[in-house]
């Protein structure tokens, strides 16, 4: 028996991990937080029951390891977890009547701050709890966080960097394709603050809410907690919204924010209740994970048993075919749903889905529905071998543990469509007039069979102004907008293409490292594109493919002959580093990330890549006498390597 309960330990150590990756690390989810909870709980049992908790166990890990492409920070004090529970009761019992805060759990990314002398210093994300990734650049556009503070002395605070659902649904309303949709805020949140390219996390309306203050010489707070809340306020940090509990009011205030968080727009998963006399809760300790100052409560989802009567699939600009499970109607958290996503075949293939099966299902965050459970499990639900849009056949591809459903034919009406709604919007080619609906009946009609004939509209207009819903002023409005679309940039032209994994900001990368020079770019090889940092050979494979395939050429050149591509302007006398490539790595003293230095070398007209070559300037490396591959590559081929501060002296004149 005992065997048998190590070994479930085991596959629950295995399956939670493997949930974390995903969540934490690939921003995407292979299971509910419903199942993860309960997956959770069950191994906090476990290990109880039968005394052995694993080296790897997430009871006793925090989080999951940072991603490689930002630079990695240790925090100066560990990042813990917190206990959680579902119920009032126990929350109430935690008080042991001492008075304590009672605020909001948001659900986006924790983020540790650093200020001196009055300025942000420094910005880490949580990461691990122990190792978190600078992101310090990014920080800086967080639309409420002060830049400047009337306090002097160091200043440590943690809080949470989230985006609200009205941004999270005004950015999703721009994306066209609904396989490119954000799945949740959360998950945008992370990707945004976690970019490469600050320029993309300003665009994201990126918020932060200061939830603790870690450290502030000087300053009593005469051992409140809410003190230290106010002092925050002072300085300008928005802190979560919070109430002054005891036993006696608890379950009111508890009641309140569960009424608010029906329109409250920035994501909430739950509340945390922190004593309010700080030295007490420091004479508590901690736990190997949990502090014992602090615990969270997170609400217990509704659940509701119905139907599943249908499953739609929803195919896309790149192929993929999203299931959505349509079920009988049920009320969840004050509103009638009917329909939730089930994200891929993976998630169809475990829940084991059958047409009338009973299922749960609940609001995720109290927001988002989900499937809980089906409770049949009748694993009757066909995959379709047939495309639901054009009858072309399908196949499951695997990336990584993940399996999804894709339509494989090339001309696949969906494809089409989805790829001229990518084509005319508005970070692509900026063309008003063109809905999905619209276009779709212009296809329909053979007006348009690749991008060059949205140029040529021209030639149907008598049957464009007799089409329901257009008119003369709505033609010319469209016209007009086309004309105007002629004059257009290099990046905007290579995003409008839909090449798979070129977004905006790669589109603009891969431009500027070419120098905005179309024929140098569209004849790069994957060797050379990978090298440029924060490309990589998925990126780069896929844009090679692209250029190489003749039919994709041919549209190409029809559609630049209507096109007038400007150049940006340079001023060539800034342009120092022009011809020269360099490579940085490692740590950086001046230069608060190497994207940041990366876009100083490139405002000089250099270009930066992520090896080093024959043809490498020099090496930037403050550790001169490290033994990291780079280096022994800078010395094979005689590259220098410089550090920080040669460098800028040597090509900066600093």
């Not at 991990?17 to 993860?36: C, F, G, P, T, V």
């Amino acid at each position: 028996m005992q065997l048998s309960k190590i070994e479930r330990i085991k596959y629950l150590v295995g399956r939670l991990l493997e949930a974390s990756k995903a969540y934490y690390a690939e921003d995407k989810e292979i299971m509910s937080n419903l199942e993860y909870d309960r997956l959770y709980d069950e191994l906090v049992e476990l290990e109880k029951e039968t005394g052995v908790i694993l080296s790897n166990s997430p009871t006793i890990n925090v989080g999951y390891e940072a991603v490689e492409e930002l630079p990695k920070e240790r925090h100066e004090s560990p990042m813990l977890s917190l206990g959680k529970t579902k119920s009032r009761e126990e929350l109430q019992q935690w008080l042991q009547g001492n008075p304590a805060i009672l605020s909001w759990k948001l659900d986006g990314l924790t983020i540790v701050l650093t200020y001196r002398d009055g300025k942000l210093e420094k910005a880490v994300t949580r990461g691990n709890g122990e190792i978190g990734e600078v992101i310090t650049n990014n920080a800086k556009t967080f639309k409420n966080l002060p830049l400047n503070i009337a306090y002097k002395g160091e200043l440590i605070l943690r809080g949470e960097a989230v985006i609200g659902y009205s941004d999270f649904e005004a950015i999703n309303k721009e994306i066209e394709d609904e396989a490119s949709k954000y799945k949740n805020p959360r998950n945008l949140c992370s990707g945004s603050v976690r970019q490469l390219n600050s320029e993309m996390t300003a665009k994201r309306n990126v918020r932060f809410f200061a939830f603790a203050l870690v450290k502030a010489e000087g300053v009593d707070f005469h051992n409140s907690k809410e003190a230290q809340f106010v002092f925050l306020m002072e300085q300008g940090f928005e802190v979560v919204d919070y109430k002054i509990v005891k036993e006696d009011t608890i379950l009111d205030a508890i009641a309140d924010f569960e009424h608010r968080i029906e329109s409250y727009d920035i994501p909430s998963d739950g509340l945390v209740l922190t004593y309010e006399d700080i030295a007490y809760g420091q004479s508590l300790g901690r736990t190997a994970k949990f502090p014992r100052d602090s615990i969270a409560f997170k609400w217990a989802d509704e659940l509701k048993e119905t139907v599943l009567t249908e499953v739609e699939w929803s195919a896309s600009r790149t192929g993929l075919i999203n299931p959505v499970a349509i079920f009988e109607p049920v009320e969840l958290e004050g509103t009638t749903v009917s329909r939730a996503s089930v994200h891929n075949i993976s998630i169809v293939k475990a829940l084991k889905l059958g047409i009338g099966d009973h299922i749960t299902v609940y609001k995720a965050n109290m927001i988002i529905p989900q499937i809980a459970e089906n409770l049949t499990g009748s694993d009757t639900l066909e995959i379709p071998k047939l495309c639901p849009v054009c009858g072309g056949p399908t196949i499951i591809r695997q990336t990584a543990d993940v399996q999804s459903l894709y339509c494989t034919n090339e001309k696949c009406a969906a494809k089409r469509i989805k790829a001229f709604t990518l084509f005319v919007s508005r970070d692509a080619m900026n063309i008003d007039g063109l809905s999905e609906a619209t276009l779709e009946k212009f296809i329909e009609q053979g007006f348009i069979h690749e991008y060059a004939d949205l140029f040529y509209l021209s030639r149907y207009r008598n049957r464009i102004i007799a089409m329901e819903g257009f008119g003369e002023k709505s033609y010319q409005n469209l016209t007009d907008s086309i004309e105007a679309a002629r004059n257009t940039t290099l990046p905007r032209v290579i995003y409008a293409l839909g090449i798979a994994n070129i977004g905006v900001a790669n589109a603009k990368m891969l431009c500027r490292y070419f120098d905005y020079d179309l024929n140098s770019l569209r004849h790069a090889d994957v060797e050379t594109l990978s090298a440029i940092e924060g490309v990589g050979e998925v990126i780069a494979s896929a844009f090679v493919d692209y250029m190489q395939d003749q039919e994709n050429l041919q549209k190409l050149d029809k559609l630049l002959q209507e096109l007038h591509i400007e150049k940006p302007k340079v001023d060539m006398d800034s342009q120092t580093l022009g011809g020269m490539s360099f490579v940085i790595t490692g740590s950086l003293k001046h230069y608060a990330s190497r994207n940041e230095l990366k876009e100083a070398i490139e405002l000089k007209g250099g270009k930066v890549t992520g090896s080093v070559t024959g043809k490498t300037t020099c090496l930037i490396n403050n550790d001169i006498a490290s033994s990291s591959s780079k280096n022994k590559k800078a010395k094979e081929l005689n590259v220098p390597i410089l550090s920080e501060e040669e460098f800028l002296a040597k090509y900066f004149g600093a």
